[in-house]
């Protein structure tokens, strides 16, 4: 298996514009987190999904961010519109086992830069 | 919620030597696991160690959950253990998907 594919690797955009960050989970993998990584605040899960169904979206930070995982092999990060601040690497994770029994498998990260 | 505290913060070695990471959490947990990110900046998974002792090459994990801390060692390190180590804990309450991750411990394995 190829593991967690995330796309793209970079991306820089300016304020305002919106930004999608695409994830493909590991094959038969029932769960699929987003995390945020930052100097200031470590890593973070911003939201997961259980066969395709958002779980746990409390770490979403405000209304600007939103996931979608449309199938079992998909799932997008949107942002809109995106700030300075959101400047971070994205990480997106999969899951085979329920998350408090499993190993978690991580893609190699977005990092996204907003000017 | 969860705290989890890494110690020491940043580490560096001599390649050959040995060195023990600790991480400390706050309450019960059900998952605890260690990451390695790698200069590159890749997350890869060492152990799914909730209690006991684990051992994969050069590197072994111990968690007394009990006394609510989990132990990370590596023998003979080598440049390539460069890296940053964070340790991710999980809860019984709450939302049981939330790994809680330490701040890490920065290792730098000088040839």
């Known amino acids: 298996d190829a593991g967690v594919i995330q796309s793209p690797r970079h991306e820089v955009t300016e304020m305002g514009q919106e930004v999608t960050l695409r994830c493909k989970p590991i094959?038969?993998?029932?769960?699929l987190f987003w995390y945020r990584q930052t100097m200031m605040r470590g890593l973070e899960l911003l939201i997961y999904f259980n066969n395709n169904v958002p779980i746990d979206d409390s770490g979403m930070p405000e209304d600007r961010f939103s996931a979608k995982m449309p199938n079992a092999s998909f799932s997008t990060l949107k942002i809109q519109p995106s700030e300075p601040r959101d400047s971070a690497v994205y990480f997106c994770?999969?899951?085979?086992?329920?998350?408090?029994?499993?190993?978690?498998?991580f893609g190699q990260g977005t990092r996204l830069t907003v000017v | 919620g969860i705290q989890v505290e890494q110690s020491p913060p940043d580490l560096i070695l001599q390649e050959g030597a040995n060195s023990t990471l600790r991480c400390n959490f706050s309450?019960?947990?059900?998952?605890l696991q260690w990451f390695h990110q790698n200069p590159w900046g890749q997350l890869i998974n060492l152990f799914y160690i909730p209690s006991g002792t684990k051992q994969n090459g050069r590197l072994s994990a111990t968690t007394v959950a009990t006394e609510r801390y989990s132990l990370l060692y590596i023998s003979s390190s080598q440049t390539t253990d460069s890296g940053v180590y964070f340790c991710?804990?999980?809860?019984?309450?709450?939302?049981?998907?939330?790994?809680?991750f330490g701040k890490g411990t920065k290792l730098s394995v000088k040839p």
């Open positions: 994770a999969s899951h085979f086992l329920p998350p408090n029994r499993g190993v978690a498998f």
């Open positions: 094959s038969g993998h029932d769960y």
């Open positions: 991710a804990a999980g809860g019984y309450g709450g939302s049981q998907g939330n790994l809680i």
């Open positions: 309450d019960s947990v059900n998952n």
